[in-house]
C-alpha cells in the first residue's frame, strides 16, 4: 500500500497498479482536459494527438479504478470540453489524426463535401462532447452513472467569439461499481430556501384547488383540512402532493390512510400529514449544489478547482477514516480538504514541480489534525 496523505510523484497508471485491490473508499479527481493546456512534464495526459486516443487513457485509468475501489465506493470525475480545430493541420500531423481516429477509412459524409481538407475538417470549430463519450464509455465498460452533475461557473474565464454563447459549465460524474454504495445525503443537506418553501405551497394550491387565507393558513377545496406556512395535508385518497403524476404514483403508498410514520427525500410524514425536513433538502445536481465560482490559485497552477466544489463529493462519497484517490492530484486542494474533513488521502502527480507545493500545503493540514 502506498504512503496515506502524501502525494506520489509518477505516472498515474504506473502508481495506481501498486495499490490493492479494494483499497480505496472513493475517488475524487479533474484530469487534464484534451489539448487545453501543457503542464511541461515529459508523457503528461491531455496532450494525446486525437482526442480518442485521450478517451482510451481515460478508460485504462477507469478499469484500474474499478479494481482498487471497495465494493460501495464512489467515483468523481470533473471534465472539461474542448472544441475542434484542425483546420490548416496537414502532413503526419492531420494523417496521423485520421488513421487513429478510423476516419480516413470512411467515405467522406455529404455533409462535408463541400467544407475545406474533406474529412480532415469533419471536427474542425465543433465541439467534442468529450465528457458524454466519457460518461458512456465508462457505462460500457460496467460503471454505473448515478449523475452527470453540472458544475455552473459564474465566472468563467472570457471568450472572445462572436458565433456561439461563452461557455460557463462543465460536468461532475459521479459513479459507483455496485448498485448499493455509501452515500451520505444527511451531510450535504441545505436548508430550504423561503422561496422554495413558497414555491411546494403553491403546488398544494394548484393540485388541490385550496387558496392562502388572510391568516396565512390555506383554504381548500374540501380534500385538505386548513394549515400553515409549512406542514399541509397529504389528500385522503392517499396521493403525495408534489412532483409529477407518475412520480406521486409511485410514491403514493407512503401517504395517507394513516400509514405510520417515515420520511420519503423532500420531507417528513406522519399519517396524512406532510412536513418538509428539518434537516435540508437534497441539493440536487444543478444550480442549488454546483453554483460555485471559479478560483485564482497563487500556487502557479492554472487549473485548481474552488475546496466548495469538493466538499459535497468528499462528505457524502467517503465515510470518515475513508482513504480517497487523486490520480491527477496538482497541488492537492482534494488531499488538503480531504484530510480537513477527516479522510485519508493518496495523490498522484506527474509535475516535480506541484508535488513539492502539495507536499507543502499537505503538512499545514497533517500537523492541524494532530494538535485537534
Excluded at 460501495?72 to 470533473?78: K, P, Q, R, S
Excluded at 484542425?86 to 494523417?95: A, Q, T, V, Y
Excluded at 475545406?116 to 468529450?130: E, F, H, T, V
Excluded at 455509501?182 to 422554495?196: A, M, P, Q
Amino acid at each position: 500500500m502506498l504512503e496515506l496523505n502524501k502525494v506520489h510523484h509518477g505516472d498515474c497508471m504506473e502508481l495506481i497498479r501498486q495499490l490493492p485491490d479494494k483499497s480505496v473508499n472513493s475517488v475524487i479527481t479533474s484530469p487534464p482536459y484534451w489539448q487545453l493546456r501543457d503542464y511541461g512534464w515529459n508523457g503528461q495526459w491531455g496532450l494525446e494527438p486525437t482526442f480518442l486516443a485521450y478517451l482510451e487513457h481515460l478508460w485504462e485509468l477507469m478499469d484500474e479504478t474499478h479494481r482498487i475501489l471497495t465494493d460501495d465506493g464512489t467515483v468523481w470525475v470533473n471534465l472539461g470540453d474542448t472544441y475542434g480545430s484542425f483546420r490548416g493541420k496537414s502532413g503526419s500531423g492531420s494523417d496521423k489524426f485520421e488513421r487513429e481516429s478510423g476516419l480516413g477509412k470512411r467515405e467522406t459524409p455529404k455533409h462535408t463535401v463541400d467544407r475545406p481538407n474533406g474529412m480532415r475538417a469533419l471536427y474542425d470549430k465543433c465541439l467534442l462532447l468529450i465528457p458524454h463519450r466519457f460518461a458512456i464509455g465508462c457505462i460500457d465498460r460496467g460503471w454505473i452513472m448515478r449523475n452527470d452533475i453540472i458544475w455552473a461557473k459564474r465566472n468563467g474565464m472570457p471568450e472572445s467569439v462572436t458565433d456561439r454563447f461563452s461557455k460557463k459549465h462543465e460536468y461532475f460524474f459521479l459513479m459507483a461499481k455496485n448498485e448499493k454504495y455509501y452515500f451520505d445525503l444527511d451531510s450535504i443537506r441545505e436548508n430550504y430556501k423561503e422561496s422554495s418553501i413558497n414555491r411546494l405551497m403553491q403546488n398544494v394550491d394548484m393540485q388541490l384547488g385550496s387558496s392562502r387565507g388572510n391568516d396565512g393558513g390555506y383554504k381548500t377545496n374540501g380534500n385538505m383540512k386548513a394549515c400553515g406556512n409549512i406542514t399541509t395535508k397529504i389528500p385522503a385518497d392517499g396521493s403525495e402532493l408534489f412532483g409529477s403524476p407518475r412520480a406521486r404514483q409511485h410514491r403514493a403508498p407512503k401517504f395517507g390512510g394513516n400509514k405510520g410514520s417515515g420520511q420519503d427525500h423532500d420531507g417528513v410524514y406522519s399519517g396524512n400529514e406532510w412536513t418538509p425536513r428539518s434537516d435540508g433538502k437534497n441539493p440536487g445536481d444543478v444550480s442549488d449544489f454546483w453554483d460555485i465560482p471559479t478560483k485564482g490559485s497563487a500556487d502557479k497552477h492554472y487549473a485548481a478547482y474552488n475546496t466548495k466544489l469538493i466538499d459535497k463529493p468528499i462528505m457524502a462519497g467517503c465515510p470518515k477514516g475513508g482513504i480517497i484517490l487523486d490520480p491527477f492530484c496538482g497541488t492537492a486542494t482534494t488531499g488538503c480538504r480531504a484530510i480537513d474533513l477527516g479522510r485519508k488521502f493518496i495523490g498522484f502527480e506527474g509535475s516535480a514541480e506541484y508535488v513539492k507545493i502539495a507536499e507543502k500545503k499537505l503538512e499545514h493540514y497533517i500537523i492541524s489534525q494532530q494538535l485537534f
